[in-house]
Nanobody, 123 residues
Framework: QVQLTESGGGLVQAGDSLRLSCAAS????????MGWFRQSPGMQREFVAAISRTDDSTYYRDSVKGRFTVSRDNTKNTVFLQMNSLKPEDTATYFC????????????????WGQGTQVTVSS
């Protein structure tokens, strides 16, 4: 069993940066592909970024490429999402997720989820 806890959300202005963290409990963090997703009220949860469990390959949705960076520190059982040049349309609750398998952008493929952290970007 893995427990995930996000932190780092907040209220910022357009153009600002935030760094989200997701701390994982339990062992074998290195064996989990990790993803970041976001959800706004009334909208479906959408893929943001992911990092593989094997070679740390990273993947992003088109709208965040060049602005967001996903990384992981296996010594600290933590995955990060650095978000730069934030836009009002990035406003959402951000969730991290883990799966003991290949990286994917499909939320239903992930086994473990955090409780989410709110990111609000004002214009």
């Amino acid at each position: 069993q893995v427990q995930l806890t996000e932190s780092g959300g907040g209220l910022v202005q357009a153009g600002d940066s935030l760094r989200l963290s997701c701390a994982a409990s339990g062992r074998s963090f290195r064996s989990y592909a990790m993803g970041w997703f976001r959800q706004s009220p009334g909208m479906q949860r959408e893929f943001v970024a992911a990092i593989s469990r094997t070679d740390d390959s990273t993947y992003y949705r088109d709208s965040v490429k060049g602005r967001f960076t996903v990384s992981r520190d296996n010594t600290k059982n933590t995955v990060f999402l650095q978000m730069n040049s934030l836009k009002p349309e990035d406003t959402a609750t951000y969730f991290c997720a883990g799966r003991a398998g290949p990286v994917t952008g499909l939320p239903m493929k992930y086994d473990y989820w955090g409780q989410g952290t709110q990111v609000t970007v004002s214009s």
